[in-house]
């Protein structure tokens, strides 16, 4: 699919450089030409214009030491070499930006438009929803992948809004928190991609919602733009004493996006019946935390500890999709997007989402012009 060269030079590719130590940075990958794709039946040759970054990649990666207990992936091929997981990203392959490689349309990180078709539903022009890598021009399957009506919304909402991220944070609400108005729910990461979207749910259904982000900035995001009663600064605070000045009455529902410190410290807080949802770990995704949980509070204060995984919800996207574009005609949707420029940039980009360093919303990284917005 790869070795028809047309042009050596237009075609880049990042591909890992070495097992990584913490949290990724740009000498752990490398920029490398390659080929231009060559469509075969069935596939579309796409431009790429906007790249997903999610922290959850980072589990698939190499580790330079032993792979935390939060990447399964990698522990997997550790166990048996015979079997390898297809999820996770050695050495020398391609950076992926779809984390599920599967034949999902779901399971692409890209958003591109359409420059050759060798697939009935597309045509050159087209914008498309499907590529997996971090690359220039990449040939994708069109059944595997969805075309984007760019009139609806813009075209990076597939990977940002409407996207998976915003998906899991629909799921994790509707099916697992269980809130009621009148309770205390917290969120971690609640600037992010998933954590903006439980606020603002959170918010809507009557519950009383403390997030938790990094920066004063972030921090005034969520409460004066998503509308959370309260932001705890996790760079600034200590969130054990903050619960207790904001919620003193205790937690009922936890949505952790962020294991690690962070989850030890709100779970102490949870009252009777609280409930403990484990959505993400971003915070041990890089080897560098980890966070140990008591078991005698879940019999004392009867918790419950719920993980969940959008996979298991693929067939809710049609009403999850109904809900939110009701939601953005009422106005009742705010939303941000970090954007880095360049495809040069994406290392960075990971780095600033893996880290916290970033401006909230999600983040994505635009590597060619977005003529959806210009034409
Ligand atoms: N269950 C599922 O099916 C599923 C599906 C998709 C994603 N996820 C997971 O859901 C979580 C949120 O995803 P997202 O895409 O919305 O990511 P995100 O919130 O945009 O990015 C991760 C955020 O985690 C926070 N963080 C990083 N290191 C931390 C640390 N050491 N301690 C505390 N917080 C730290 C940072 O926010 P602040 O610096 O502002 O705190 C960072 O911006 C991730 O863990 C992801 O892997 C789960």
Request: charged share 25%.
């Amino acid at each position: 699919m790869e070795d028809a060269a047309l042009n050596d030079t237009v075609n880049r590719t990042w591909r890992i450089a070495r097992p990584i130590a913490g949290i990724p940075g740009r000498d752990d990958f490398a920029l490398a030409p390659m080929p231009m794709p060559v469509p075969e039946d069935g596939q579309v040759l796409m431009r790429t214009i906007y790249i997903s970054i999610a922290p959850g990649v980072r589990p698939m990666m190499p580790y330079a030491s032993a792979a935390p207990d939060v990447a399964q992936g990698a522990r997997r091929e550790e166990i048996d070499d015979s079997n390898p997981n297809p999820s996770l990203i050695r050495v020398g392959d391609k950076m992926r930006s779809g984390i599920v490689p599967s034949d999902s349309p779901f399971a692409g990180g890209t958003v591109g438009q359409v420059i050759e078709s060798r697939h009935p539903n597309y045509k050159p022009g087209d914008y498309i929803f499907g590529g997996r890598y971090w690359q220039d021009y990449e040939a994708v399957d069109g059944d595997a992948s969805l075309k984007i009506d760019p009139a609806e919304l813009p075209i990076e909402a597939d990977l940002s809004l409407i996207g998976r991220s915003s998906f899991t944070g629909w799921v994790g609400w509707k099916f697992y928190c269980d809130g009621k108005p009148g309770e205390t729910i917290v969120i971690s990461a609640a600037a992010g991609n998933i954590g903006m979207l439980v606020v603002q749910l959170a918010k809507q259904a009557g519950l009383k919602v403390i997030g938790i982000a990094s920066g004063a900035d972030k921090c005034r995001f969520v409460t004066g733009e998503l509308g959370a009663d309260a932001c705890i600064d996790r760079a600034q605070e200590d969130i054990g004493e903050a619960l207790d000045r904001l919620a003193p009455e205790g937690v009922d529902i936890y949505f952790d996006n962020v294991g690690g410190k962070t989850r030890t410290a709100v779970y102490e807080k949870l009252r009777m019946f609280g409930r403990l949802i484990v959505c993400g770990m971003a915070a041990e995704y890089n080897g560098m935390e980890s966070g140990v949980l008591t078991t005698g509070a879940i019999l004392a204060k009867r918790l419950r500890i719920q993980g969940f995984v959008v996979l298991d919800n693929d067939g809710d996207y049609g009403d999850f999709r109904a809900d939110m574009a009701r939601m953005w005609r009422e106005g009742k949707l705010v939303w941000r997007q970090h954007i880095f420029e360049g495809l040069e940039s994406a290392p960075d980009a990971l780095a600033a989402c893996l880290s916290g360093r970033n401006t909230g919303g999600k983040i994505l990284v635009r590597v060619s012009e977005d003529t959806s917005k210009t034409a």
